[in-house]
């Protein structure tokens, strides 16, 4: 039961990621009735921008404690859709628009070679924008001073890279069973209590260890580490010796306290919460912008008939380009969140991204494409019948998104909340 309500927020998290996707798709097919398959890769292109930004300015800050500002979060954040946002239009002002009145065969081919231009640029390794630390050596009696190794670069090459852990996954929903001071004991990785302690059977624990640490100038500061327990349930007395890990002198736990966490059976973490949280305000607020505003009014207009709409005064070349932009933005947004559940990046054409797409697309299709109601029910649908069937059995967890697809295209074409439109020929 435990690993089903696991399973259940993952899904939570994970159909918010698809659901932001998907609402791009769905937008731009809602105005023009074509799919912009370009657009998982402008949230690729999202991805790495916010880890380029974010290695660039931790690496000019470098700021010794390891935490990460907030405004760091904030300016990775903005960059991200700052990028896409802009890309977002180049792709429909150069590329689409000239193409609005040409065969739909056109257009779809079009769509493909942008996505496989932003692929394959994305790979090409360009000039550093943040290095490592300088590497020195001697070479014939004199010292050599070489630049350290890139850790970012634009465009953002073939390697794969780790997002830098801008928020701390914190466990909202753990308990801190006791506090004290810490000692070490006789041998090196275990600590003794000052209180007797109780482990439960299934429960796992940690240390966070509050320190003193010596910093190379001489000077000290105050850490706070985690340490993992290795211990029998069971209580124990004060001075009995517990394994940790890592695994710490008695010299370096000298006057150091010490909070003891027990883990939840069921892990609520920070970033899971985040995500969801920022995914439901971005479709709400895409809710309210086309539902009760002007510009939405615009939108929805266009979807019907773009030439009666502009026989109504509508600047159509401007609701279109809005609609691509914020498709983009929403993208984004999700590029910006999924590095934080999950840090790695691979290479820009990597299929893991192209399947990350595809299974958005497919939500936009099952749920209604054009329906933005659709795009979040899909979303959500889309994650629970991956991570489900990979519970079940994970080998075919594609299979059964896949399936579904199927199945709502054979039975229910228009999506389970799309309508269907009659048109005179």
């Not at 498709?327 to 299929?351: C, D, E, I, R, W």
């Not at 399947?355 to 099952?366: D, E, P, Q, R, T």
């Not at 979040?376 to 069937?389: D, P, Q, Y």
Request: with cysteine.
């Amino acid at each position: 039961m435990d690993e089903f309500f696991q399973i259940l927020i993952a899904t939570v998290a994970v159909g918010s990621l698809y659901a932001l996707i998907a609402l791009g798709y769905t937008l731009v097919y809602g105005v023009l009735k074509f799919i912009n398959f370009a657009h998982s890769d402008v949230f690729v292109l999202g991805a790495w921008t916010s880890f380029t930004v974010s290695v660039v300015v931790l690496n000019k800050i470098a700021d010794p404690s390891g935490v990460t500002p907030w405004w760091v979060v904030v300016v990775a954040f903005l960059s991200a859709v700052t990028v896409c946002g802009v890309v977002g239009y180049c792709i429909e002002r150069f590329a689409y628009r000239p193409l609005r009145k040409a065969p739909r065969l056109n257009v779809l081919i079009t769509a493909i070679g942008v996505s496989l231009l932003l692929q394959n640029v994305g790979q090409i390794t360009g000039p550093a924008v943040a290095r490592g630390p300088e590497k020195t050596s001697i070479k014939d009696g004199q010292t050599v001073t070489q630049a350290g190794d890139p850790l970012a670069t634009v465009p953002f090459g073939a390697s794969p890279k780790s997002m830098p852990k801008l928020i701390e996954n914190v466990v909202l929903n753990e308990s801190v069973m006791q506090s004290g001071n810490l000692a070490g004991g006789a041998m090196r990785g275990t600590v003794v209590f000052d209180k007797p302690v109780t482990f439960s059977e299934g429960r796992q624990y940690r240390l966070d260890v509050t320190r003193t640490v010596a910093n190379a100038d001489g000077t000290t500061r105050v850490v706070v580490e985690k340490l993992n327990l290795d211990a029998e349930p069971g209580t124990f007395e004060p001075g009995t010796e517990i394994r940790t890990t890592p695994r710490r002198t008695a010299a370096e736990l000298q006057g150091s306290t010490y909070e003891l966490i027990r883990s939840p059976r069921v892990p609520i973490g920070l970033i899971e919460v985040i995500i969801v949280v920022v995914s439901l305000s971005l479709m709400v607020g895409l809710q309210l912008l086309i539902f009760r505003t002007k510009l939405g009014s615009a939108m929805r207009a266009l979807s019907h008939n773009i030439e009666t709409a502009a026989l109504m005064g509508v600047n159509t070349n401007f609701v279109i380009s809005f609609t691509f932009v914020l498709g983009a933005v929403l993208a984004a947004s999700a590029a910006f969140l999924y590095p934080m559940k999950y840090p790695g990046l691979n290479q820009t054409a990597h299929g893991i991204w192209v399947l990350l797409g595809l299974k958005a697309f497919v939500a936009a299709v099952v749920g209604g494409i054009g329906n933005v109601r659709g795009a979040v029910l899909g979303g959500f649908l889309i994650a629970a019948i991956e991570l489900f069937g990979g519970w079940a059995y994970a080998p075919l967890k594609d299979v059964y998104v896949f399936a579904l697809l199927i199945a709502v295209l054979l039975y229910r074409p228009n999506g389970l909340l799309g309508r269907a439109v009659t048109e005179k020929v």
